[in-house]
């Protein structure tokens, strides 16, 4: 195991989660919105002051200053907002890492504000900024949010690559059920602050969000939920 | 910032410095030797070093409150810290009279303080820019309101005078050892701002990003707040209430740092310092007859660049 963490909770949000991911392995985190993706991520990130136990890789990555951290862990987080214009380099560089990220062609992006970039560049830098320093354990929320479809299949092969060598893992808080489906080497569900279930059953993690694949595509179980049945 | 940009900024501050001592040169040279040497060291000295001390203070503490906030228009006289300030000293200067400075100091850090924390406590620690200043007039406001009442309650038209004069701000008629009691608490506040550059370098990736990498935020912001109250709190208290330096130093600063907030804190108080000292050599060679309160000149040059910056960023937003 190259994470084993117990216990994990925030008042209000999180609720004694323990989880171990072993190496090379790419986990998938789904459940309904406010179910505590985001806020097992910042426990095991150390945002705020969570409470409960981490171990990777023999460490407690919250102990560690920012010289040691990201060659622990990096959190990406959902939002793509920048506070500071930093130019895409140095916003890399900042994380940790080395400055530039081939498998990202971010060649003409680098030189660049990065609050002049358009979202989806602007994602690509800043995933760079949480892949560059290639930590033990990669903790990404929504790293396909605003990607075109082709970056959405390439950033995923890319962090399956990323953690295949070396003893890393991904933890990757997603909501688009297909591609955790096709990526994910297990897959947690969360609810209400713990985890639910684990499964790679597509339709078993379908039903805990009440929907279901019809012709191909995904619609609510219940009809009434659905608001172009209420017309 | 490159070496030679630093060595540049150096060389100006040290001309800045030399050309304060010895303009006007004929003031050194027609008078006898011990008057001549009693003008340099108890005259323009202190006023050359208060000149360095609080400019660099002003440029240092300006940097790191928007870098701390996220926000170039952030800055101690914008935020109502210098106003806080001006506030603490006068009711301090009732109590104890003008002539006690450590007392007066006190007051001064004691209202810069609270002023600071008041800001946070309206604007919350991620303000808007629209909140941000909104909260800062309001406490500025306050706080001059406040001053003035003080003011009309003045036990003497002489205490009105001192009270006054000094909220212009002034570097005039300050001893080696007032320059001396801003200096100790202001370089120590420097010194310790700049080992924060890093920490505040991290800050612009966003707060959860600059947690995950390990810093402590709530301390960040509480050495922030505490150190620019200090800095500036005891430099207000020795030569008044002066405005806009900390808020354009930082501005030019982080152009030589393509934008890194943390690393423009060096720059910033090099800039702060030569901007502070060529005001008071304008103050000192314009041709008027008599001295202009410094706070009007850097309140008269800093006020048309701050409306040109907000311009600047409405039409950036509305293009």
């Known amino acids: 195991m190259i994470l084993d963490a117990a216990g994990l909770a925030i008042p209000g949000r999180l609720f004694d989660v323990s989880l171990r991911i072993a190496a090379g392995e790419l986990v998938c985190l789904v459940g309904p919105n406010g179910s505590g993706k985001t806020s097992l991520l910042h426990a095991l990130a150390g945002i705020g002051r969570p409470a409960g136990e981490v171990d990777l890789d023999g460490v407690d990555p919250r102990t560690l200053g920012p010289a040691q951290r990201p060659r622990y862990l990096t959190y990406l987080p959902a939002t793509r907002d920048v506070p500071w214009p930093l130019l895409a380099r140095d916003l890399i560089a900042l994380g940790g890492g080395e400055a530039t990220f081939p498998a990202l062609e971010l060649d003409g992006l680098l030189d660049r504000r990065v609050d002049r970039l358009s979202t989806g560049e602007r994602s690509r830098v800043l995933i760079a900024r949480a892949l560059a320093p290639r930590p033990k354990l990669l903790l990404l929320d929504e790293p396909t949010a605003n990607l075109d479809p082709l970056w959405q299949i390439r950033l995923m092969e890319l962090v399956r690559q990323e953690i295949s060598v070396g003893g890393r893992a991904a933890l990757v808080a997603i909501h688009d059920l297909d591609a955790a489906l096709r990526y994910a080497d297990r897959m947690l569900v969360m609810d209400r602050g713990r985890i639910a279930a684990e499964s790679l059953d597509g339709p078993h993690v379908a039903a805990i969000f009440g929907i279901e694949r019809a012709n191909g595509k995904w619609r609510p179980v219940n009809p009434l939920a659905d608001p172009q049945s209420l017309r | ?302 006020a048309p660049f701050f409306l040109w910056l907000v311009a600047h960023m409405r039409w950036r937003l509305s293009a």
């Open chain 2, 1 to 302: 910032m490159t070496a030679r940009t630093s060595g540049l900024l150096w060389l100006a501050l040290v001309a800045a410095f030399t050309a304060s001592l010895l303009v006007p040169l004929h003031a050194l040279l027609e008078v006898d030797r011990g008057l001549a040497s009693a003008v340099l060291v108890e005259l323009r000295l202190p006023r050359a070093l208060l000149a360095l001390i609080y400019g660099a203070t002003l440029g240092a503490s300006g940097g790191a409150i928007q870098a701390l906030f996220a926000n170039p228009l952030a800055s101690p006289d914008l935020t109502g810290t210098t106003s806080g300030a001006a506030l603490g000293a006068v009711v301090t200067a009732y109590l104890f009279g003008f002539a006690a400075p450590i007392a007066l100091s006190i007051g001064s850090v004691a209202g810069a303080l609270g002023a600071l924390v008041l800001l946070i406590t309206l604007a919350g620690p991620k303000a808007e820019t629209a909140t941000l200043l909104l909260s800062g007039l309001a406490i500025s406001a306050l706080a001059g309101a406040l001053t003035t009442l003080a003011l009309a309650l003045a036990p003497s038209p002489f205490a009105f005078y001192d009270a006054y004069d000094w909220l212009m701000g002034s570097l005039i008629d300050r001893s080696l050892d007032q320059a001396v009691f801003a200096a100790v608490p202001a370089i120590l506040v420097i010194a310790l701002l700049l080992r924060l550059g890093p920490a505040l370098d991290r800050l612009a990736l966003g707060e959860e990003v600059a947690q995950s990498l390990g810093d402590n935020i709530a301390r960040l912001r509480l050495m922030v707040i505490c150190l620019s109250a200090l800095g500036v709190g005891a430099c207000v208290a020795i030569c008044g209430a002066i405005g806009f330096i900390g808020l354009i130093a930082p501005i030019f600063a982080r152009r030589l740092t393509r934008g890194h907030p943390g690393r423009a804190i060096m720059a910033s108080a090099l800039i702060g310092a030569l901007l502070l000292s060529l005001a008071d050599l304008t103050v000192r060679l314009a041709p008027i007859g008599r001295t202009l309160p410094i706070g009007v000149v850097t309140a008269l040059i800093g």
